[in-house]
């Protein structure tokens, strides 16, 4: 007669993997969803539940068929897999996708500060002559040629390094700040785009950090009960937090930011929307952006840790080999 606990865990796992896999799948289809609606004009893979049948839309509604196919798909063809295993992979995932986050902020912080010291100096039309000079003045120019080539650059280090390079951006945006407090006080000079530097420095360290803080167990706890419990217990609360809490937070953001053209991810990113002062740096618009990369690597994370913590709560229910034979 089997046992109750090893009949459990054996159908735990594949359906962990499968929810894991879809929720990763989804959100990816909507995400390639939202840049065909808004970018390239297309439908939107809902809008022939109000209208006749499009095919561009069946095209964007197949997109979330396929992901959700995709997910069972690979993890009936993957069976032995175990959670450990998905949950190391899922993580190494994200460090690359955080990884070329932080180069692409990094590349664009200082060229986009560069030009901007630049302009503001009336430096920058002897170098590149008056017609360049007056298109990287307009944020929908920038955008697309100076900061785009930039993030492809960055998505290149990102693939061929290993270091998330959080502790360097912290001492870059100490470096810039400690430049603002000089020139300003000794050499009575600043500019606009110095402040813009750091904030937008300190938004991605703040924002791309907090998946790997989760990682590393690093977030605030307030832990009255947590640490006297036993593993299998700390991954049932794990588990549930991670649905409950994270995986719904992850999916609001995404959902109340991009679910429109006018949502607040959405709005500045198609606009381009950049600060009030011209002679500033044009990186509002990405800013805005922080929140989508923030919610994007948070959920990939808590499917990380969900597998983990389910992996966890089989680890002391399964009896070992010489209970069974007694």
């Known amino acids: 007669m089997g046992h109750p606990e090893r009949s459990n865990n054996s159908l735990k796992t594949p359906v962990t993997r499968a929810f894991g896999w879809l929720v990763l799948g989804v959100m990816t289809a909507y995400l390639v969803n939202n840049f065909m609606t808004f970018w390239a004009g297309w439908p939107g893979a809902f809008s022939a539940l109000n209208g006749p049948l499009d095919g561009f839309a069946l095209f964007q509604a197949g997109l979330f ?17 175990s959670l450990t295993s998905d949950a190391a992979r899922v993580s190494a995932l994200n460090a690359w996708f955080i990884r070329c986050a932080f180069w692409s902020v990094f590349l664009i912080g200082i060229v986009d500060a560069g030009i901007s010291y630049l302009r503001v100096e ?40 290993k270091t998330l390079g959080f502790h360097w951006l912290a001492v870059l945006i ?17 500019q606009a785009f110095m402040s813009d530097l ?28 947590y640490s006297a419990m036993s593993t299998r217990a700390k991954g049932r609360i794990d588990s549930i937090g991670a649905i409950l809490f994270g995986l719904v937070l992850c999916w609001t953001i995404l ?5 429109q053209k006018t949502s607040i991810i959405n709005s500045p990113i198609l606009n381009f929307e950049t600060t009030q002062s011209g002679f500033g740096m044009y990186v509002k618009y990405l800013m805005a952006a922080f929140l989508g990369v923030f919610a994007v690597s948070m959920m990939i994370q808590f499917v990380s840790s969900l597998f983990q913590s389910i992996a966890n709560t089989q680890e002391e229910s399964l009896p070992g080999p010489s209970a069974e034979k007694t």
């Open 255 to 259: 959902l109340v930011g991009m679910g």
């Open 198 to 225: 750091v904030r937008f420095w300190y938004g991605a360290l703040f924002l791309f950090a907090s998946a790997h803080t989760l990682l590393e167990d690093g977030h605030v706890r307030v832990d009255i009960f």
């Open 174 to 190: 100490v470096i810039a700040e400690l430049l603002i407090v000089i020139l300003r006080f000794i050499f009575s000079y600043e």
């Open 122 to 161: 009336d430096l920058l039309e002897p170098i590149v002559g008056e017609t360049l000079d007056s298109q990287l003045g307009r944020a929908r120019f920038r955008g697309p040629w100076v900061h785009l080539p930039l993030m492809i650059a960055g998505l290149f280090l990102g693939s061929t390094t």
């Open 65 to 81: 068929a396929f992901a959700v196919a995709a997910a069972f798909a690979h993890v009936l063809r993957t069976p032995t897999t």
